[in-house]
C-alpha cells in the first residue's frame, strides 16, 4: 500500500517573505516622500529668503538714489525692514550701508561708490533661512 503524501508547508514562508518585503518597500516609499517634501518646504523658505535680502537691497539703493533726485547720494545708519506683503510675511531684512568713497578715474574725473549689505531671514528655529546680498553703486 501507498503511504499518503506529505505536505511540507513551503508557502507559508515565502508568503512571509512577501509580505516583510512589501512592508519595507512601502516604509521606505513614505519616508522618501516625506523628505522630499520637507526638501521642497526648505527650498521655498531659502527663496522667499532671497527675495527678502534683494528688497532690503532695493530699498537701499532707493535710500541712497532717490528716484526723483532730489538729495544727495549719502549713507545711511544700518536698517531692520520687517515685510508683510504676501510673499515676505514673516521675513526680515537688515540692511547697511559702506561709503561713500570717492575713486578717482581714468583723465582726472571723480566718482563716489557705495555698498550695500542686505541680510534676508525667513522663519524661526530649526524651519529658518538666512541669505545675504551685497550691492555696488556708483555716482558719477
Excluded at 583723465?107 to 555696488?136: K, L, N
Amino acid at each position: 500500500m501507498k503511504q499518503p503524501f506529505s505536505q511540507s508547508g513551503f508557502s507559508l514562508p515565502v508568503a512571509i517573505f512577501v509580505l516583510v518585503v512589501l512592508s519595507l518597500l512601502g516604509a521606505a516609499m513614505t519616508r522618501m516622500l516625506a523628505t522630499g517634501a520637507q526638501s521642497v518646504g526648505f527650498e521655498v523658505l531659502s527663496t522667499r529668503a532671497f527675495y527678502a535680502a534683494e528688497s532690503g537691497a532695493q530699498w537701499g539703493m532707493n535710500t541712497i538714489f532717490p528716484p526723483t533726485g532730489s538729495a544727495a547720494a549719502t549713507c545711511f545708519a544700518q536698517q531692520d525692514l520687517s515685510f508683510s506683503a504676501q510673499g515676505l510675511a514673516g521675513c526680515s531684512a537688515q540692511v547697511s550701508c559702506a561709503g561713500p568713497v570717492v575713486v578717482a578715474n581714468a583723465g582726472g574725473a571723480t566718482s563716489t561708490q557705495f555698498r550695500i549689505s542686505s541680510r534676508g531671514a525667513c522663519g524661526s528655529g530649526r524651519d529658518a533661512a538666512t541669505r545675504m546680498i551685497e550691492v555696488g553703486a556708483q555716482n558719477p
